[in-house]
């Protein structure tokens, strides 16, 4: 049973960086809304399957804008100012890794729905302290929920401090998966993972956002969450939301979780251990470096 959440009342000083990343997030989500089934262009990036509309981009701006308005010291990436591919992914964190304060944005994450009209699609936004996720904040334009963690501060959804779901066995667990956009060796990894995952929990959700996921295992909504080949905008906002909220986040092969982690698994905790032999006996434990 799902333990009914705690009301905290949390604070935000409307100075401090978690506000400026609240504003830039629900502003710009709201736009994105507004945008929804009217958008111009649609391109594609590395496959057919990795779409890109100039909503994403127009998104990515006026956060930029609004964040480097009252931050203009700190450092940005964003998912649409980055080349295509992992190769341009791993240099482009390479590069902020050291960096005093940097943002990591993913304008859209879920961009395939937000592009079908499939109302499950977010931005994500996170601020990292020389390497540190130290603000994650996730907002839902479509269900108008919004997700913030402080580091050491936890993880609230409108002010609800949230709090993992208790489930100790994958048999009693809902799980999300991504599949992967490189449709070679990831695919066929992910679904031999599928495979073996499938029959042994409650059931298995795909929602097509890895940020929402990732808030959703730290609302106790999902129990468990992996993809593979995912990149730091993907990541970083909800990795926090779910260690705040006492979940566990990592790469698959078991490794802490870093920025430039692409292969995801998070869990509440309880059934990390279980779902990552189960993924490693299935073949997941070394994936090959993605396109
Ligand atoms: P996006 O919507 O920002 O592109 C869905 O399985 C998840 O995979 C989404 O979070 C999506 O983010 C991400 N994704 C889609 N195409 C991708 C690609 N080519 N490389 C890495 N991640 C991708
Ligand atoms: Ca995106």
Request: charge should be negative; include cysteine.
């Amino acid at each position: 049973m799902m333990e009914e959440q705690q009301k905290v009342p949390y604070v935000v000083s409307g100075k401090s960086k978690v506000a400026v990343a609240i504003n830039a997030a629900s502003k710009t989500g709201e736009w994105i809304k507004s945008k929804l089934g009217d958008y111009k262009q649609l391109n594609t990036k590395v496959s057919s399957q990795d779409l890109v509309t100039e909503v994403d981009k127009g998104a990515e701006q006026m956060i930029r804008k609004l964040i480097l308005t009252y931050c203009p010291d700190d450092e940005f990436l964003g998912e649409e100012s980055v080349g295509a591919g992992a190769a341009a992914s791993a240099k482009a964190i390479d590069a902020v890794k050291d960096s005093e304060y940097v943002w990591i944005v993913d304008p859209i994450d879920g961009t395939t729905n937000f592009v079908h009209g499939f109302p499950y699609f977010c931005v994500s936004i996170a601020l990292a302290h020389k390497g540190e996720v130290i603000i994650g904040v996730i907002y839902d334009p479509s269900h108008d929920e919004l997700f913030v963690a402080e580091k050491g501060k936890g993880a609230y959804v409108h002010g609800n401090l949230m709090k993992v779901s208790q489930e100790a066995t994958l048999g009693e667990s809902l799980v999300a998966t991504g599949f992967p956009a490189d449709r070679g060796e990831s695919l066929r990894l992910n679904m031999s993972g599928l495979n073996a995952i499938v029959p042994k929990v409650r059931s298995i959700r795909n929602g097509g956002s890895a940020a929402l996921h990732l808030a959703y295992v730290a609302a106790g909504r999902l129990s468990a969450y992996w993809e593979i080949g995912l990149n730091a905008w993907d990541l970083a906002a909800g990795s926090l939301l779910v260690t705040e909220s006492g979940g566990q986040i990592g790469d698959i092969s078991g490794d802490d979780y870093h920025l430039a982690v692409r292969n995801v698994l998070a869990t509440n905790g309880h059934i990390h251990q279980e779902l990552m032999t189960e993924l490693h006996d299935a073949g997941l434990q070394h994936i090959p470096a993605q396109k």
